[in-house]
Nanobody, 120 residues
Framework: QVHLVESGGGLVQPGGSLRLSCVVS????????MSWYRQSPGRERELLAM???????HYEDSIKGRFTISRDDAENTAYLQMNNLKPEDTAVYYC??????????????WGQGTQVIVSS
């Protein structure tokens, strides 16, 4: 019933920038927490950033200072602005949303993932 659709991934040179988007659609009351994760082959899925409805944010040290998470509740969209990208940032990036449904129950949803490749 709730769907997350990511976009904005692709190929970028080291030092470049990308902006990922995550649109939450369907029938729900609110997205309490939205997060961005990434996963590389052979590694665990890594939490990168979180943002609450009130705008509070959390960043992992690995990307702090380079990535910025934001949200536009009018558009039900979360963003991840990625600057100064490095080859080690290459991964599949996933959006996650903690959703309050219309029946006032909480559920967690994942996006399909979008590939980011940082290479010259």
């Amino acid at each position: 019933q709730v769907h997350l659709v990511e976009s904005g991934g692709g190929l970028v040179q080291p030092g470049g920038s990308l902006r990922l988007s995550c649109v939450v659609s369907g029938r729900f009351f609110s997205a309490n927490i939205m997060s961005w994760y990434r996963q590389s082959p052979g590694r665990e899925r890594e939490l990168l950033a979180m943002i609450t409805r009130g705008g509070s944010t959390h960043y992992e040290d690995s990307i702090k200072g380079r990535f910025t998470i934001s949200r536009d509740d009018a558009e039900n969209t979360a963003y991840l602005q990625m600057n100064n990208l490095k080859p080690e940032d290459t991964a599949v990036y996933y959006c996650n949303a903690q959703i309050m449904t219309e029946t006032m129950s909480q559920n967690t949803y994942w996006g399909q993932g979008t590939q980011v490749i940082v290479s010259s």
